[in-house]
């Protein structure tokens, strides 16, 4: 029997589109499993940094190497620094666990700050077993001196090196926020990328104004955020032959069909799995079976990109024209004035 669900990500076979995203969930092995069992066709990891790993570096050399003054007698009781595991031994091997334990694809996700340190991580992931490699690339540019060009040759530095030392394919997690992001999906696939994951959700700190200070501040992302992603999907499919994630605010079946419509090959959940649980998966795989029936589709295959802006009847919808339409179409409140 046919697998009306089945789709492509990344050159690797899916039994369906939904590929739970970089989260805390991948770091816990039993809930990795339950997320095969509900149905995850694969998985993509929570991110290793090396900015965590250069952290713990530093504070491992304050304590265990500088002993210079005092207690000298008791220096060569201390650890050496090499035998103690970092963030990335403790990271490859969960990778490892994962890929003993899952019988689905594993994605690694790699959020690098030198180019040295992409390349010696991603070889490393690539070694450890990995079946494909997400560039998490967070940068904000917030310097006057800083272009949009200067942004992108960021990426495409990233992705050359990696590139030349890494053979596994390469997706890159993008923000929104890029000037012009079709041409720039275009650019990132000349020079390698396989894939691109859209939109990633870059936390926002908040102002406390009792103490007068920045904190961070973490909430989950809802529905409305999807359509943001969907827009930009279908804007890509059909302009650029790439792979392409859906990822933030999918958190019912209709958020994943409207994503797949517009052209998504995959789309990855992270809240709406943190709030449901796991087996929530089951569930949207269900549902989105059931409709794919009542629609009469074959396979997702048929029915992806059939609303992206090349094959959309009125692809004006997803440009300027709407924007005039919803402000001429909106109604204040009764007893409100404007």
């Known amino acids: 029997m046919t697998n009306k669900l089945a789709t492509q990500y990344l050159g690797l076979e899916l039994a369906n589109p939904f590929v739970p995203s970089s989260s805390p969930m991948s770091r816990d092995i039993d809930i990795a499993k339950q997320l095969e069992d509900a149905g995850a066709s694969g998985l993509v990891m929570h991110s290793l940094f090396e900015e965590e790993i250069k952290h713990q570096h530093e504070q491992l ?44 694809p594993i994605i690694a996700s790699l959020n690098g700050t030198s180019i040295d340190g992409w390349i010696e991580y991603g070889k490393a992931l690539e070694q450890a077993g990995a079946n494909a490699l997400e560039l998490n690339v967070y940068h904000i540019a917030a310097s006057k001196e800083e272009t949009a060009s200067e942004v992108e040759e960021r990426y495409f530095k990233i992705l050359t090196n990696l590139k030349e030392q890494v053979l596994l394919p390469i997706t890159v997690k993008l923000s929104s926020q890029h000037s012009a992001p079709v041409n720039f999906i275009c650019r990132l696939k000349t020079f390698g990328a396989m894939g691109v994951s859209m939109f990633n959700r870059f936390y ?60 998504a090959d995959v789309t990855h959940l992270c809240s709406a799995l943190l709030q449901h ?34 094959n959309a009847i009125n692809p004006s919808a997803l440009e300027r024209t709407n924007y005039l339409e919803v402000i001429d179409s909106y109604q204040s409140a009764l007893g409100v004035h404007l």
Request: aromatic content about 8%; glycine content about 6%; charged content about 25%.
């Open 61 to 104: 050399h304050r304590f265990v190497e500088q002993q210079n003054t005092g207690f000298q007698e008791a220096s060569s009781f201390l650890p050496m620094s090499e035998a103690i595991p970092d963030a990335r031994d403790n990271y490859l091997e969960c990778l490892q666990q994962l890929k003993s334990a899952l019988d689905i």
């Open 277 to 310: 649980g796991p087996y929530y998966l089951g569930r949207l795989i269900r549902e989105l079976n059931e409709w794919l029936d009542e629609n009469e589709y074959d396979s997702i295959e048929q029915m992806k990109g059939s609303l992206s802006c090349k």
């Open 204 to 263: 926002v700190p908040d102002i406390n104004l009792e103490s007068l200070k920045i904190e961070p501040a973490i909430s989950l992302s809802t529905s409305a955020e999807s359509l943001l992603r969907i827009r930009w999907i279908a804007f890509t499919r059909g302009q650029v032959d790439i792979d392409i994630a859906a990822t933030g605010g999918l958190h019912t079946t209709e958020d994943i069909i409207k994503a797949l419509l517009a052209g």
